[in-house]
Structure formats: C-alpha cells, structure tokens
C-alpha cells in the first residue's frame, strides 16, 4: 500500500501555540502524593518531590500543566492549601471520596512548576465557590503588593506574584458527578460574572470557558452555544474533553477514534464561530483541549474501591502499544487543527491515566503513551503546514472511509527543520510513504524514527524497556521528495534539515 501528501513551504496552516503540549497534575490518586511528590523517597529534594520524576516530565517538555483539577477543584479551598503545613485542615475530598491532607498547595506547586519547566493553567472552582473565591485568589496569586491577598502571598514566602496566565473557569459544569453541577445558564451567568471580576483584577490572563464534558453529552451544543452567549466578551477559549476505550476489543475500529476527536473539534469551532456570528463580534474564540487521552483499563477496579484513604491508586490504567498509537493519532489530530486549538492538556502526567508512572520507594518508568507525546512536544514545534493527503481506507465496525495513514508536517523555521509525524493504522501492511515537500532547499535527513510492535496489547509495565523508539533506515531524500516504508501499526517521525 502506497501514501502520499504534499506540501508547500508558505502554505502555513497554523503557528503552534507551544501550550497544545500540555498536560495536566490533580489532587487525585497517587498523582500528587506518591507521585510528584514523595518526601521519603531516595530521590526527593529537599521540598520533597522526586527528582527521578522530574527529569522523566523534563523529557517531555511540558510546557503547562493545569492544577489542581479536573473534579477536585469544584469542592476545594485554596485557601486550605496556603500557610504552614502543620495549620492546614485535612478535608474529605468528594469528588474522589479520598482524605486531602493539604501538604501540597499553591506554594508547593508553584515551586514544583518552576522545577518542570512549566507554567501552570490554574482552575478556579466554580462548583461549591464562586466569584469572589477566585478573585481573591487571581489577587493572590498575580498582584504585586499591597494589597491584603497579596500581601498573605508574601508573607507566607512568595515575594514575587506567580503571574499565572492561563485560568479556567471551573471544571465540567454540565456534568452530573460534578459537585455544584450547573444547568447551562446558571454556569454561564456565573462564569460571565467571575470572569468579569477576574479580568478587572488582572486583565492580562486568559480565560478558559466550560465547554461539555465530552460530545456525547445530551447537553453537547446547545451547552456550548448557552455558555458562549453569556461569556463570550470576557473569555478567550472554550474547553473540550475527550476520553477514549477499547471495551469492544476491537483495534481496527479503536484506532480509528482520533476521527472523532476531530469532527468535536470541527463542531466546537462551528458554534463559536456561529455565536461570534449572533452576536457581531470581532472577536473569536479559540479551544483549549483541556483532558484529553486513553481512560478505562482501571474503571472497574476503581469502582470496587473502598472511600476515604490518603493518595490511593486510582485512575491507574496500564497503557498497551494501541493506546500509544491512539495518543499519536489525537496529536496529529490537535496538530492539524493547531489554528484554532491553541492548548491542549493529556490528562494527565503522573500514576494517573499516565505516561509516568512511579512506585513507592521505588523507580519511575514509562509508559507506551510516553514516547509518541515526548517526540511531538520535543520536535513538533513551530508552525504546521497544510497537507493534501492520500491514503488507502478501511471501514471498522463504527467508522467508514477511515485513512490508514494520518500524517502533520511541522516547519521550525528556528531549527531550520521540516518534522513529519506519521500512524499507520494498518494491522497487517506496511505502507511506503511518499513526501513531496515544495518550497524547501538543501533538504537532507537528520533522522527517520519509529514506534512499532506486532502486539498491539503490549504494555510496559513488567518489562519497562520492551517498547523503544528505533531507527527506520528506509527513508530517502532526493531533492524534494522524501520515501520510506513505515510498518503496519506504527507511530513514525521523520527530521529534516534545509538551507
Ligand atoms: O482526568 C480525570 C477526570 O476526568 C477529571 O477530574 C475530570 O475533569 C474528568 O471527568
């Protein structure tokens, strides 16, 4: 089977906002405690989180990671997270029926933020709380001095502001698991209200509106179009949720599910721009793809669970090779969409739904999803070039006309490189793929990788080194056509460097 797409130079589809590599740290599980931080472990600093398990997020290049929820932040107190340690109150946490001891808060993150190379996407609760709450707490957090919230900032340490600039506007409202779930006019009021009081306060942020949960919600649309009515002067991105399984079992159709990542895109797009439309607005809102990834191998464990322990391990999928190929699909998919996707966040980094996994006491490895995320955020920066696409299709159980080939082409004009990321979806065929890249001098290869195993099911956690990223020497320029065969089920990129 044969692939091919074409491309131009100047034919620039989208500068990639370097936020679409985002991810994402909750109060949940073991991803705060026993995950970044550990402070009896061999390896933690002297605050406490462990260095093994930054530099694995250090390899990732994260450059935002939202905090600190997801549902935990629509029963929380931030308030219960500054101050001394011994001080802060140990709370039932609702939303994952665990005990919240507080140990890290806002100061703790924010430190812990600055040793990941990243900034952070602060969410305001807007479940139990409201407006004045995060106010106070974008005061807190972003005014310089002299004021009471900020003041409290630096006395308990932080002389500086954290000049946060990315917040969002609580966290899947429209949800009925949420604590302080809201119809879409009472979160729509409310959140047009707080991010009116927020943008007074500070009117550098940008601000991440509630879209739906996921597309399949009943409310999916008209949700979007209600809270965009209310909100649209005071906000600058809508939010999407996107959760993938494979309960049929079926690989053929799983990896044909990014298509629906997609068309949600195409569809939020469509109401924005048709709200902006309504209202005469010269103004246009771009998406965050705030959650995003693979979740279901752990559901059934975690719904047998027994409430009110510290940290326990939840939300712990095992990732197998399919759900890598599945995360490369949903980054070529948020790639080729980059002009109105400026952030995306996978959800999330450590022990839960994660690529970095870690043992008490013990190591930190890896999981498949790891290394299609890692070469994206490393190499796929700078701005994604509009493709004309050719490929060989199959139909799943669910999807027709599914390409088996998904590709994106990255021009990073400061590194002087061209970046192809390529899935075969194929189970059994290899594909020889065919680049015509117009516009290029002086094009020569740096280096043609892939991702690849005959068992889609293999997983890494007995054996942390079983998938590993190799050289694919069958790729070959000549002058501004580049060749090579990518295997069936895998995740290629190709570097390479012009004049
Ligand atoms: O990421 C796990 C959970 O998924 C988040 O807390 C919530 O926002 C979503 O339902």
Known sequence: MKATIKCNKNSILAEIDKRIYGSFIEHLGRAVYDGIYEPNHPQANELGFREDVLDAINELNVPLVRYPGGNFVSGYNWEDGIGPVEHRPRRLELAWRSVETNEVGLHEFMKWAELANTEVDMAVNLGTRGIDAARNLLEYCNHPEGTYYSELRKQNGAEQPFNIKTWCLGNEMDGPWQIGAKTADEYGRLAEETAKAMKLVDDSIELVLCGSSSSKMPTFGEWEYTVLEHAYDYVDFLSLHLYWDNYENDTANYLAKSLEMDRFIKDVVAICDAVKAKKGSNKKINLSFDEWNVWYHSKEVDSKRDPWDIAPPLLEDIYNFEDALLVGLGIITLLNNADRVKIACLAQLVNVIAPIMTVKDGEVWKQPIFYPFMQASNFGRGKVLTVQSNSETYNSKEYKNIPYVESTVILNEENQEVVIFMVNRSLEESQLFEADLSGFDGLSL??????????????????????????????????????????????????????
């Open 446 to 499: 740096i280096e043609a990788t892939e991702l690849s195993e005959n068992d889609p099911k293999k997983t890494t956690d007995k054996n942390h080194e079983s998938i590993k990223i190799k050289n694919n020497q069958s790729f070959r320029v000549e002058s501004n056509v580049i060749t090579g065969e990518i295997k069936p089920l895998s995740w290629n990129m190709v570097r390479l460097s012009f004049e």
